[in-house]
């Protein structure tokens, strides 16, 4: 299977699953060993959160998939 349709695959699973964009920074949390932090931090006020694992990873995320939108849009031009 080529590169692109396993990408094309994994991208169509995530949307078929209804994982949301907290779903995507809890994965990436993770991968860092982190997710209990994640999970703790979930709940907690902004005032609370300790590390702000729960925030980072979400903001993070979010400029993630930002980016990766312009730069689609960019290369569709």
Request: glycine share 6%; net charge negative; charged share 35%.
């Amino acid at each position: 299977m080529t590169v692109y349709l396993r990408h094309a695959k994994l991208l169509k699973e995530f949307r078929d699953s209804g994982a949301s964009v907290e779903d995507l920074a809890r994965a990436w949390a993770s991968l860092d060993g982190k997710a209990d932090k994640f999970d703790a931090e979930k709940n907690v006020s902004i005032f609370d959160a300790i590390y702000g694992h729960y925030l980072g990873y979400l903001s993070e995320t979010e400029e993630i998939l930002e980016r990766a939108t312009r730069y689609a849009r960019d290369r569709a031009r």
